[in-house]
């Protein structure tokens, strides 16, 4: 190979490197990113310190300053404390004392720096393997994208973006009819993963066991949260049972985003904005004076979207939300079609609007 070619393929592969290096660093995407991590950071400060936000802090700067470095070095593991401990305490002899060994203890400072650097790194990279693979089980609980049972059909669609999440879809046939659900679990992450797989065979349960219809459901389902929890979690759902007789489609809303329904005779969207406080956060009796179930007498060619927030809170790099506005009018754009088709369109809709963002 000539020099020639040598220089113009080490310039095309330093530009494929920095391509590569740069990729996805928008201001806006900087600028979100610094915000979280500040976020973070300020949440480890107010927990360490042990004082919530806009409380007046009785302790001295200094001392919570301590309580801070503490808390960051407690995750740590014992051995890696002791690693940066022998980093700083390298450092110090060099800047302080003269001679050999003096000189020497600022390369294995740095030494001990960059390998538990390295560490930490491979360690975030087990952990999201992990993660991976717990986002790959949650979505093959998921129902398949494309389900029919008899005259209806089943069209869904999920993206756990770079984690596991509480989103939670569900087509459940039985003799009587089929029910579907979909939910969201308050947080994110594996606790919020978790909740889901419990709420999903609670749901399983209660309707193999009972076949309630959809307020009932809903009822036997903020009972058994409620009973068995401790935290803050709660979860916002929707559910629509669809008899086998044809009959009207029974559909209960738990505080979630309200479903767009498309009527084909008169080619239009409406919202069905029924009234319901999320799963878990009040007791049974406060939860079933606010639940109002809705009968809906669907026609051959009229469609139901249900969706979560996860769709209508993504945001392009100008941190612009898509928002239900625009789902609303794509809907009424393509309402008329066959359910798979309709998730094909809202998918590229989405994707093309956060421009290689994250759902």
């Avoid at 993963?193 to 809903?218: C, G, N, T």
Wanted: hydrophobic fraction near 40%; proline fraction near 4%.
């Amino acid at each position: 190979m000539s020099l020639k070619n040598e220089t113009r393929q080490a310039f095309q592969n330093t530009r494929n490197f920095y391509r590569e290096y740069t990729k996805g660093m928008t201001p806006e995407r900087i600028g979100k990113e610094f915000q979280d991590d500040s976020r973070r950071l300020m949440e480890l400060y107010y927990d360490a310190v042990g004082v919530k936000p806009g409380e007046k802090e009785k302790k001295q700067p200094p001392v919570r300053v301590f309580k801070l470095l503490s808390s960051l070095l407690l995750r740590l593991t014992p051995a890696r404390r002791l690693a940066l401990g022998f980093s700083f305490a390298a450092f110090v002899i060099h800047f302080l004392w003269s001679g050999p060994v003096a000189a020497l203890m600022l390369p294995l400072g740095i030494l001990t720096l960059v390998l538990l650097l390295l560490l930490e790194l491979l360690e975030k990279s087990d952990v999201m393997k992990e993660i991976d693979l717990a986002r790959d089980i949650q979505i093959s609980l998921l129902p398949g994208s494309n389900i029919k049972h008899g005259n209806l059909e089943f069209a869904s669609f999920a993206s756990t973006a770079s984690e596991v999440g509480g989103d939670y879809v569900d087509v459940i046939n039985t003799d009587d009819g089929t029910y579907y659900v979909i939910a969201d679990v308050s947080g994110k992450g594996l606790s919020a993963s978790l909740y889901m797989v419990r709420l999903q065979a609670l749901v399983h349960l209660i309707i193999e066991k009972l076949k309630p219809d959809p307020k009932e459901l809903f009822l036997h389902l903020n009972d058994y949260i409620k009973s068995g929890k401790k935290d803050k979690t709660f979860v916002t759902a929707c559910a629509a049972f669809f008899p086998s007789d044809g009959t009207a489609v029974k559909m209960c809303r738990a505080g979630h985003n309200p479903p767009l329904l498309y009527q084909a005779s008169r080619d239009a969207v409406s919202e069905l904005r029924s009234s319901g406080l999320g799963l878990g956060m009040t007791s049974t009796g406060v939860f079933k004076e606010h639940l109002k179930q809705l009968s809906i007498n669907m026609q051959p060619g009229d469609n139901l979207l249900f969706y979560t927030d996860g769709l209508t809170e993504a945001r392009n790099p100008r941190m612009e939300q898509y928002d239900e506005h625009r789902l609303r009018d794509l809907f009424e754009l393509y309402g008329s079609l066959h359910a798979t088709t309709i998730l094909g369109k809202i998918q590229i809709a989405v994707e093309e609007f956060i421009e290689g963002e994250k759902l």
